[in-house]
């Protein structure tokens, strides 16, 4: 068996499609996986370190607010396809599965045109521009959040399957976290991050956080300030006490959120689909940055259901992170009860019903 597995730019894009390619090797050891992206995107690093070949292609999104520089974007989108079409020519794939970001496009479109099975996942309640385009092609179209339905037309049904996930995130238990981590079992933690290069607005709220329980007894804070900001972060004065943690980046996430109590993060999709996969109560402030304003729907399918607070930034006050985690603190019976929303929303399942339904059954 062979597939070609196609998404890049961001990790909210490549982990799922690396999740889905997971789940085929424990199907099919023998499989051959193959992925394509574009030289400088994440994929470049992330797939390598994940044990998985990866080929690139020439093409890079349009400009929507300067629409003369898209005259060379179409010039390297007419070259992606030639060299897409190559890639597939050579390859020869069974089939072959996009997960989102531009370079999805040549890829997935030069699959349907040689009628090889071609299927698309969507990670945001908003769908990418990328995958709209796409679904009226492809075999099927997989969904993370049922909101997003509406914004495509397909062929077959959409299956709203959740995220893909690593395993590691069903493996790891609160207990097993704590111990690892040195944290006591009746600590209240916190848990904050903006992403790998890190978000001034979360790192503002963060600082705050620190300073209101720097000291208090039976409080840990654990703050990932992103690479971007943590040597200014720590050359400045900032809090220090026992229970105040401070890293540049969590490289073993499922650790730290099954760890936690409370987490304060962004809203990208592959953070929502973690944290609900965990069972975690959040205070989510939706990127403003981002096309379409996709975080804040994210982020509304779990606060509509009672598993996060959702503050936007330019409603934001200094301060106010700071005092609903410690109005949650105050409150273990909501907690509780936002843990399990947060729970209820959570799919560890996703790349093991995208193989179901495409027809990746388990060898025999």
């Not at 709220?205 to 703050?223: C, P, Q, S, Y």
């Not at 609900?276 to 996709?294: D, E, Q």
């Not at 019976?333 to 995208?354: F, K, N, P, Q, Y």
């Amino acid at each position: 068996m062979k597939v070609i597995m196609s998404g890049g730019g961001t990790g909210g894009h490549i982990y799922p499609a690396i999740a889905i390619a997971d789940e085929i090797k424990r199907r099919h050891p023998e499989a051959e996986i193959l992925f394509v992206g574009t030289e400088h995107g994440m994929e470049r690093e992330i797939v390598p370190k994940a044990g998985y070949p990866i080929k690139f292609i020439t093409v890079r999104g349009f400009d929507r607010k300067h629409l003369l520089r898209n005259i060379d974007t179409v010039k390297e989108l007419n070259k992606g396809l030639h060299e897409a079409k190559k890639i597939i020519a050579d390859f020869k794939p069974d089939y072959v599965i996009g997960t989102g970001g531009y370079v999805c496009g040549p890829v997935v479109r030069s699959a349907y045109k040689a009628h090889i099975p071609s299927f698309i996942h969507e990670q945001n309640a908003f769908p990418g521009l990328t995958n709209k385009l796409l679904s009226k092609h492809v075999d099927r179209v997989f969904l993370a959040f049922t909101e997003a339905k509406e914004y495509f037309k397909c062929k077959a049904e959409p299956v709203t399957v959740g995220n893909p996930v690593r395993s590691a995130f069903t493996e790891t238990s609160r207990e097993e976290s704590r111990k690892a981590l040195g944290i006591d079992e009746g600590d209240f933690v916190v848990l904050g991050f903006g992403g790998s290069l890190g978000a001034q607005r979360i790192n503002d709220e963060m600082k705050l956080v620190a300073e209101r329980f720097a000291g208090r007894t039976g409080v840990r804070v654990i703050w990932a300030t992103g690479k971007r900001y943590y040597k200014e972060i720590m050359g400045a004065p900032h809090p220090e006490a026992d229970n105040i943690t401070y890293m540049e980046y969590i490289n073993d996430m499922p650790k730290y959120l099954k760890a936690c109590d409370l987490v304060v993060s962004r809203s990208g999709a592959l953070t929502v689909s973690e944290i609900t996969a965990c069972g975690r109560p959040s205070i989510m402030i939706p990127s403003p940055y981002v096309t379409n304003n996709h975080q804040y729907y994210n982020a509304m399918v779990v606060a509509d259901r009672g598993g996060a607070v959702v503050i936007e930034e330019k409603n934001l006050a200094e301060g106010q992170v700071a005092d609903t985690a410690e109005s949650l603190e105050a409150d273990p019976e909501r907690l509780v009860l936002m843990a399990h929303m947060s729970e209820s929303l959570g799919r560890t399942d996703a790349a093991s019903v995208i193989c179901d339904t495409i027809g990746i059954k388990k060898a025999e």
